[in-house]
């Protein structure tokens, strides 16, 4: 149920406060149904033509998920949604599988659809530009918000010895492999808990992978606790209506950027207004 990609993420309608996308594809869903109904109240006009209520149950569910305002990376899901349950329910797939697949996507996902924060990783591009941002000489702390398998926080520790490293991390499974990491890692530090409750005050480089969701958030949040001069980064998604500091393009996916935003310290106005 996730976007293809993080760009994508960014370019797509977002639902803040707004019913709920699992709601709305419900709906889709119902109206498939509907549809499917429909197509096999009149199975005649057909020509019994069997595929073709399935067909239609996909479609209608679609398109109905992007009238309802789903965001684009629905569509597919909805489309194939029916279908492929279908489908696998006539397969020879032992029941054991579809529990172990549940329990592997609770663990790694965890309440993605509450915090609407999928897991992506940070790739050694954005890893190599963050490093660029970092000052090689002397200490300095860094907390990755949400720090997946701990990948970002490997590369740099291994690089900045000085340096202390604070990974948090909700969803269980990818919390223990970070923390595992972290464990051979001297100075990096990983926990399994909610960012919104660390005090951002402490760290002089807060970098952030997220989604749109949170950014309005988490910039009022960096703006109220993070001092003078430290450093926000986030990975593809800007905070919406103020101009980063600096913006590093990644290569690769198109839109891709580091933004980075000095922080002017608690208490001072917002720094731009873009
Ligand atoms: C896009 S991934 C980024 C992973 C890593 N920072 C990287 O760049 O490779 C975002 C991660 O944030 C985690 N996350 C989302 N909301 C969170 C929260 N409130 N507290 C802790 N982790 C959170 C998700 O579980 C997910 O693993």
Request: glycine letters at 10%.
């Amino acid at each position: 149920m996730l976007p293809a990609s993080p760009a994508e993420l960014d370019a797509a309608p977002v639902h803040v406060g707004g019913p709920s996308p699992l709601l709305l594809a419900l709906s889709a869903q119902g109206i498939g149904g509907l549809a499917a109904l429909g197509s096999l109240l009149f199975a005649d006009l057909l020509g019994g033509w069997l595929p073709a209520p399935l067909l239609l149950h996909g479609l209608a569910a679609a398109v109905a998920g992007q009238r309802l305002g789903l965001a684009p990376w629905w569509f597919p899901i909805n489309l194939a949604f029916v279908p492929g349950a279908l489908w696998l329910q006539g397969a020879e797939i032992a029941e054991v599988w579809f529990l172990a697949g549940f329990l592997m996507l609770v663990l790694l996902f965890w309440n993605s659809f509450e915090t609407r924060v999928p897991l992506y990783l940070s790739n050694r591009a954005a890893c190599e530009r963050l490093a660029s941002l970092l000052p090689q000489e002397r200490s300095f702390r860094f907390l990755d918000l949400g720090c997946g398998f701990g990948g970002v926080l490997a590369r740099l520790g291994s690089r900045f010895p000085k340096a202390h490293f604070l990974g948090v991390e909700l969803a269980p499974l990818p919390a223990t492999i970070a923390r595992l990491r972290a464990a051979i890692l001297p100075g990096c530090t990983v926990c399994q808990g909610d960012f919104w409750e660390l005090p951002l005050a402490e760290f002089d480089v807060v970098y952030a992978f997220l989604s749109p969701v949170p950014m309005p958030r988490l910039w009022t949040t960096a703006l109220a606790q993070m001092t003078e001069g430290s450093l926000l980064v986030s990975n593809c998604f800007a905070v919406p209506g103020v101009a980063p500091t600096q913006v590093l393009p990644l290569p690769g996916m198109a839109h891709s950027a580091l933004y980075v935003y000095r922080m002017p310290g608690p208490g001072a106005p917002s720094p731009c207004t873009a």
